[in-house]
């Protein structure tokens, strides 16, 4: 069985303040994806990041940085220098690499969602 | 390309009526998925079509519940005989076919949501 577990359920700081949000997850698989989703107001999701499981590198990408600990299964989520426009849900998210074939049709398609946490960025 | 397409947006009914929703995916994506997001909660997996075939109902889709996609483009989720329960957002994403983390798998199992169409059951 999957599970993602997001602690935080709420997390309110002041623009120009850095954030993190955390991320722990369980799987059997040895092989899988890890994920973030923005949800903002509107309601759509939005694709921020997807990691393998064989790639620990942590990756930044302008304000916003992932750190991937496999010995912890933790995907944390750091957005510096927050601002007013990153107020929203975000969700990390796991999906799992299956070995019988990469092109399966059961195969790394199912993501297991964590419950989310609302950040909101004050002015 | 717009994105994934969902509609309608917004749907009250009463207990027991039927609905139905609509999703057009991305055009190239040959997989589909439908998720059901109560408030509070992460998306929960539905169904997913790999063109036309339904490869996987989870077992919160109840013989209430079915999807189809006829010609492996637009999906269709119906609802019969509404409950309260059924109340929730109902996401609609597609994806390439994912070959695997070394195998142009730039973008592919890459998740596209639509909007989503919100459903209250009176």
């Known amino acids: 069985a999957q599970k993602v577990t997001q602690a935080q359920t709420e997390i309110s700081v002041v623009e120009k303040e850095d954030v993190t949000l955390d991320c722990v997850y369980e799987?059997?698989?040895?092989?899988?994806?890890l994920f973030w989703y923005k949800q903002p107001p509107s309601g759509e999701l939005v694709f921020l990041i997807r990691?393998?499981?064989?790639?620990?590198q942590n990756e930044i990408s302008g304000r916003y940085s992932w750190n991937f600990q496999k010995s912890t299964s933790s995907f944390n989520f750091t957005i510096t220098a927050s601002q007013v426009v990153d107020s929203a849900v975000y969700f990390c998210a796991l999906s799992a690499i299956r070995a019988l074939g990469w092109n399966s049709g059961g195969s790394n398609y199912k993501l297991t969602f964590g419950k989310g946490t609302l950040l909101t960025v004050n002015p | 390309d717009t994105g994934v397409s969902q509609d309608p947006r917004h749907k009250i009914t009463k207990r027991g009526q039927n609905v139905t929703f609509r999703c057009d995916p991305i055009?190239?994506?040959?997989?589909l998925y439908w998720y059901r997001q109560t408030l509070g909660q992460g998306p929960e997996f539905l169904t997913y079509f790999q063109n036309e075939a339904q490869l996987e109902k989870s077992r919160l889709l109840s013989d209430r519940f079915s999807a189809e996609r006829p010609k492996g483009s637009f999906s269709t989720l119906e609802i019969q005989r509404t409950e309260q329960g059924d109340s929730a957002m109902y996401l609609c994403a597609s994806s390439l076919e994912d070959r695997g983390p070394g195998i142009g798998s730039s973008g592919a199992n890459v998740l596209t949501f639509g909007a989503g169409s919100r459903l209250t059951v009176l």
């Open positions: 055009s190239e994506h040959n997989r």
């Open positions: 990691r393998n499981s064989f790639d620990e």
């Open positions: 799987t059997r698989d040895t092989t899988y994806y």
